[in-house]
């Protein structure tokens, strides 16, 4: 935040709902009539990493939520998607929470209590009616100064806060687990440094000084204290990143006692590994998209045009099929297009860069993808490259970090995805295939 001027300029996670185009325009124009507004946006193509989002919240200034439920002012949905409508919104305010940010809520009414900001948090109530007819300007000029108290009323707080020297990643890994040798070789990929912290664990001042000078912290699930770190951890605020044996169901209770109610979007997160190996490769593919870099918007012309796009559907879908069967790729990549905001398809122009190596940059949007969408075939089965997608994809699926939807083209199927359901090319249409996955991940 800056003094220099009336009006301020500040740096905001903006937490929204992406179907709700409409409303977050209105919004944004009304903040921005008060203040510089900047915020980052990570162009709809991951699955949810709550690493990187604790990151992302904690190195922001300010906290700022537009809680819509939609554009449609008179929908009234059953109380039972009202409550899965609030999923995200009290993920991301339990971070700003937990990192102490200045915070400010614009509520939809129609979510009554089931949505409510902690105490101390700024919340306002709103009508997407009111917000969205032109002729209610006094409803919307009441929100505007609300939101321009509250900037005046934090002050200079952003310049006080901790600059952090995020050099490093903190390892709670055992010295005799297999998993040390391929966390710190992932780590050290992304030219961080390796804080080795003690284990057995000891919370004691010389762990909290070397937590400081740490980014985020790796944590191997495999020993029962580290349930107990993981709690600590999270009180500090620091960013988590858990791994743990393929074998065995979670811990559901433990899950429960340290995230509450939000422990089925960590759960989801932990990245399960039988071999070294393949535990490296979904390090450097988790830690990549950890890191990668976000979109920033600034500027009314650019909020516009991110909050309409944003309105298809919030994923990055890859699809995967041997050059033998382009026809049918062809027709189902333009249906994915109208129902997905991008859609990785290697043969379309631009989907690799001028320069760049193909299989590398092919294999970081595969690892980045939220949505598999594999066509099968024998000449699926015949590709390397094809089947290398394949067990990457249910590597993906299996730790909760891609949704994989199989299209058998023809023949038996394959055996790699023989625990997922198909959907058959042969009996339902393009059209009808990608209204289904739409309709699931919605």
């Known amino acids: 935040m800056t003094a220099l001027s009336d009006r301020p300029n500040v740096k905001v996670f903006l937490s929204h709902r992406y179907r709700s185009p409409a409303v977050n325009l209105q919004f944004f124009d009304l903040i921005d009539q008060v203040a510089d507004v900047q915020f980052e946006v990570d162009r709809g193509l991951k699955a949810t990493s709550t690493t990187r989002l604790d990151r992302m919240i904690r190195d922001v200034e300010i906290f700022a939520g537009i809680f819509s439920l939609s554009d449609d002012p008179f929908a009234q949905p059953p109380p039972a998607d009202l409550m899965r409508a609030t999923r ?9 929470t937990r990192n102490r940010k200045p915070s400010i809520l614009f509520i ?70 297999e998993a040390r040798g391929a966390a710190v070789a992932a780590v050290e990929a ?58 065995g169901p979670p811990d559901l209770a433990a899950e429960k006692l340290v995230y509450g109610e939000l422990a089925s979007h960590y759960t989801k997160d932990l990245i399960r590994w039988s071999e070294p190996n393949r535990l490296q490769i979904a390090l450097e593919e988790r830690i990549g998209q950890i890191l990668s870099e976000p979109i920033l918007i600034d500027s009314r012309a650019d909020a516009r045009t991110y909050f309409r796009s944003a309105a298809k559907s919030n994923h990055l879908v890859f699809l995967s099929y041997a050059k033998e069967d382009y026809e049918y790729a062809d027709r189902i990549g333009a249906e994915l297009s109208s129902a997905f905001r991008e859609v990785f398809d290697y043969r379309k122009p631009a989907a690799i860069p001028h320069g ?87």
């Open 88 to 96: 995200y919104f009290k993920l991301e305010l339990d971070m700003a």
């Open 108 to 177: 939809d009414r129609r979510f009554g209590n089931r949505l409510q900001g902690p105490p101390g948090v700024v919340s306002l109530g709103y009508s997407a009616q009111e917000i969205l007819s032109q002729g209610m300007e006094t409803a919307r000029r009441h929100l505007r100064d609300e939101f321009a108290r509250f900037c005046r009323s934090i002050g200079n707080h952003s310049q006080k806060r901790l600059v952090r020297d995020t050099s490093a990643v903190g390892l709670l890994v055992p010295p005799t687990s």
């Open 356 to 442: 760049a190596r193909w299989l590398d940059h092919m294999l970081a949007s595969l690892a980045t993808a939220a949505i598999g969408v594999p066509l099968l075939s024998p000449n699926y089965v015949a590709s390397s490259y094809c089947m290398e997608e394949g067990r990457r994809m249910v590597d993906a699926s299996l730790s909760g970090r891609m949704r994989v939807f199989p299209v058998l083209l023809a023949g038996p199927g394959v055996d790699l995805f023989s625990q997922l359901e198909y959907r058959r090319a042969t009996r339902v249409s393009p059209a009808e295939i990608v209204a289904s996955i739409a309709q699931e991940v919605a």
């Open 190 to 247: 992304f030219n961080y440094t390796v804080e080795f912290l003690p284990w057995p664990v000891a919370m004691d001042g010389g762990f909290i000084a070397q937590l400081r000078r740490c980014d985020w912290v790796l944590v191997d699930m495999s020993q029962p204290s580290a349930v107990a770190a993981v709690a600590f951890l999270r009180g500090q605020g620091l960013p988590v990143l858990r791994i743990g044996p393929v074998d």
